[in-house]
């Protein structure tokens, strides 16, 4: 291995935003300021979009209190980008590296961004330019593979946790059928946190779709009937990448029908659609009258002064682990190993190959998932708890013995 | 003035909820248990739906723990209930009041409710039933009448400015146009919470749209170009009541719209249909193509872990006054008088008549909002900031002088 190469660092922040991706960011700085090999730390404005068009911000400049400060707030600070860049995308990045002697790359992000580092390893390998690239892994979809968990996860956990909390209290309060829609396209991990905060058997959530366990609209109904007959009330968490028996998002299949509405200017493939979509199938054929749906949306991933501090620390350990990764190898992901069995909750860091995150993304393990395909298991609690940290204790005094 | 009568106290929570209507109803119970003239204190399962139904639990017996997760956690501890009662169902509540020697009731809740205890207090006094009968406001609209604020608005106002100040820096990180659907059908005061987290001249949210300022749908669009265009983004809060020119609300006109749609089953009197339809005209319109809409929904009033310790204080306080005032008084509503210039924020209770509250509601007032009716004034700040209690810091670095 030669030894660490001197020149500039540059970091950027992709894909969607998170409540804990600029603490890994600020990880990086204070660990990249540390070594003598690391001129200057750039920040890339929107990423790799601000990469090929030169637009970098001195981090290194930046105070203690204001890069603390960084690390508490959510989304990106240094701007995000949906560009997905290809080989030659690529190589437009390398020229800019070469003018600007950058020989460290940190890129922040889901597997696109592990991807993105890996082609911009190779086309720099074939320059015969120094360079060494590496991810930090960041998703609120907890989606990434090797790595136990990522960071980001946990703190979007925390909110769904909290909200379906809360959101339980409030169908005690005033009962009917509630439907909350949350983030997860293609894994169900953020809508199985939905469950963490349940205590009593009767707490809601009583039912969660996830995109892992494809459901039909006749089944989706007859078991919140069959939880509401019992319980005269119903909370669902649903995935966003919710699917029909065939395999194919509910989502799309509004978008669909919408498309073939005359009317034209009534769009339902926005944000609202999939739970207004539920609720009235609920509505309509159940003949429930208070049926109500929430999407959350944004909140769940950029909401100000909620992080996980498990989440907030190790977001920022992967950040500063990624620098001394860079002091001794090539290029790599940084992951997180879970500590054995009957130790107290910690993870250790590795390093793994950039192509090992790059390519695919995790689906839940099936022992997270109940036979029935619409809840959780005791291990999948097990696993997520520990992420959120401890949740809020709540009380519901309806139930208590009548007198 | 007689003295206080001997027996039995009943409380109630009615309404929708918030994150600190349980806090009143533990200043009720622990100021009742101090008062040798009450007996047991009952909890109205479901509010006044359980008094007809003689569904009432023992509050007296709750430990001091139980009380203190009670007070924490959000939305109506007891139950709540939509039923607004006219003299015959007072009546019937009476009925049950003498079977148990109910000479004390406590009413949490907005206006309705305060026209409850009044109906009830009638009644009693028609039937010489020795009743004292008090109302403890609560609302996250903070549209009561005579009190400074609202238990309630403070922990909802908090939510809302915290979800914008993530929102915007989402907003930043990923450009476009973004447009949140906050709670308040009747009163702005929720939505132009969205402002508080505000700090520099171009944090969102850049426009904000009231109950009180009706707008045409070309208004809206303009004003939303014009801030695109300076902005390369834009963020927009939208009460659920905003109207259109002619003072009907949107939600409405979208509802009507759907009832023509011969397709039928797709509901758009949804949650999200405002969103989704102010998204689409954003859209369709001005040709934008990055476009998203949230609708915060019951998170906004009923998240746990997320309370403003200013208002968990002022909620809990009126709860116990109530009960002080019962002690002396034979009706009444407690308010709350903030404390006057140049003192630290704070706040006395006072008492008023019920039919002052029980009759109408309160608008936010016009030195509220700007001349052009879509942001808030510097004193709208000032009135609200102490209610939230301090928020969160952020920082972007996007715009930082590039290097």
């Known amino acids: 291995m030669a030894s660490a190469p001197k020149g500039n660092a540059v970091v950027g922040q992709s894909g969607g935003p998170t409540g804990v991706i600029n603490a890994s960011l600020v990880g990086v700085i204070e660990e990249a300021k540390k070594h003598p ?3 200057a730390v750039y920040g890339a404005v929107h990423a790799v979009a601000g990469m090929v068009k030169d637009e970098f911000i001195d981090l290194g400049k930046l105070s ?4 603390e400060t960084v690390a508490a707030s959510p989304s990106s600070a240094l701007g995000t980008s949906r560009d997905k860049p290809d080989t030659e995308y690529c190589r437009r990045i390398l020229e800019v590296f070469k003018k600007r002697n950058i020989r460290y790359f940190f890129y922040i992000g889901g597997n696109d961004s592990a991807n993105t580092a890996y ?9 015969g330019y120094d360079l060494r690239a590496f991810h930090v892994p960041k998703t609120v979809d907890n989606d990434l593979l090797v790595t136990d968990h990522c960071p980001g996860y946990g703190t979007a956990a ?3 946790a909290c909200a379906l909390m809360g959101d339980d209290l409030d169908n005690r309060a005033l009962p009917g059928v509630k439907i909350d829609v949350i983030m997860g396209r293609h894994a169900g991990f953020l809508t199985a946190a939905a469950a963490l905060g349940k205590k009593k058997d009767d707490d809601g959530p009583h039912l969660l779709y996830f995109p892992e366990r494809p459901v039909s609209i006749g089944k989706f109904l007859s078991e919140v009937e069959a939880v509401y007959k019992k319980l005269n009330r119903c909370v669902v968490a ?3 990448g919710m699917c029909d028996a065939d395999g194919e998002t509910w989502a799309k299949k509004i978008a669909q029908d919408a498309e073939k509405d005359p009317h034209g200017n009534i769009q339902l ?3 609202g659609a999939l739970a207004d979509f539920l609720a009235a199938q609920v509505k309509n054929n159940l003949k429930i009258k208070r049926v109500r749906a929430d999407t959350f949306g944004y909140l769940q991933r950029s909401f100000a002064g909620l ?7 190790e977001a920022r350990r992967c950040g500063r ?3 001394l990764y860079a002091m001794q190898e090539d290029n790599g992901s940084v992951a997180m190993k879970r500590l054995g069995n009957g130790k107290k909750y910690g993870v250790e860091l590795f390093r793994t190959e950039l192509k090992n995150v790059a390519e695919h993304t995790k689906s839940m393990p099936a022992e997270f998932l109940n036979a029935d395909g619409n809840g959780v298991t005791p291990a999948f609690v097990e696993y997520a708890l520990p992420l959120t940290g401890e949740l809020p204790k709540t009380e519901y005094l309806g139930g208590y013995p009548k007198i």
């Open 37 to 39: 090999e690391i001129q």
């Open 64 to 67: 203690a209190s204001t890069l």
């Open 119 to 127: 082609i911009v390893n190779s086309v720099a390998e074939e320059a």
């Open 158 to 160: 925390r909110f769904v």
């Open 238 to 240: 649903v995935s966003e």
């Open 269 to 271: 493939s926005g944000t």
């Open 307 to 313: 992080q996980s501090a498990v989440d907030v620390d």
């Open 321 to 323: 682990q990624a620098v």
